[in-house]
């Protein structure tokens, strides 16, 4: 399957802060990525659909204002989550379709502590 | 949009006992219904997956069964081991490349 990386691995900031992630395909092109929001104990749920070359398309009560995607270029996707709360803890995971019939392989996640 | 309910939430098998997870669907639209094993702290894993066109697909110790009219698939993990315990996430995709996912069953396997 595809491999993707994230950076960093996980990340504490203090609130107010804006902080940055990374989704990186290593091994092809991906015109699509995928940002995943995971709380402990829950399943995965959709933020936000990236295009490379195009504006994100945004989940239904996501404030795309907050939470702002690049998608730069085809193997670099960035997630800035902007004046971060102790809400916005959680577990951000990417992913990318690769594959004759288009399956999702993910990142392997970034912690994100807001104090 | 599309809606997936998993079952059971949790699930305690012996080691070599088999494990079996159930998962429903509601768009039937969908043809396309994966399953990620998920270890603490690390993203998902794709295990296997499966199309509506096909009803069964084994992978060694995996299986996954499709039911397209009563809109059901199911997982099953035979001789089961303790590298197995895992919260494992069911998946359902119709047309548009978005997923839905169910709400994970945590498995334990004791030795």
């Known amino acids: 399957g595809a491999v993707v990386s994230q950076h960093p691995s996980w990340v504490i900031c203090k609130s107010g802060t804006s902080v940055k992630i990374e989704c990186r395909s290593l091994?092809?092109?991906?015109?699509?990525m995928f940002w995943y929001r995971q709380f402990p104990k829950q399943s995965l749920m959709l933020m936000a659909t990236?295009?490379?070359?195009?504006?994100?398309?945004?989940e239904q009560g996501v404030e795309k204002d907050k939470f702002l995607i690049n998608h730069a270029s085809l193997t670099l996707s960035t997630l800035t989550v902007t004046s971060a709360h102790p809400e916005d803890s959680s577990f951000y995971i990417c992913?990318?379709?690769?594959?004759?019939?288009?399956?999702?392989?993910f990142g392997p996640g970034t912690r994100l502590t807001v104090l | 949009g599309e809606n997936v309910e998993q079952h059971p939430s949790t699930l305690s098998v012996q080691e070599g006992d088999s494990a079996v997870i159930k998962c429903t669907y509601s768009d039937s639209a969908s043809n396309y219904f994966p399953w990620y094993k998920q270890e603490l702290g690390k993203g998902p894993q794709l295990i296997i997956d499966?199309?509506?066109?096909?009803g069964e697909k084994k992978d060694q110790r995996i299986a996954v069964t499709l039911n397209k009219t009563a809109k059901h698939f199911s997982l099953h993990i035979t001789e089961t081991q303790p590298e197995d315990s895992a919260v494992y996430f069911c998946a359902a995709r119709p047309y548009d490349y978005k997923l839905s996912f169910g709400a994970g069953t945590t498995v334990t396997v004791r030795a």
């Open positions: 990236s295009n490379e070359g195009s504006k994100a398309t945004y």
């Open positions: 499966i199309r509506s066109n096909v």
């Open positions: 091994d092809f092109q991906a015109t699509t």
């Open positions: 992913s990318v379709m690769w594959g004759s019939y288009n399956e999702q392989f």
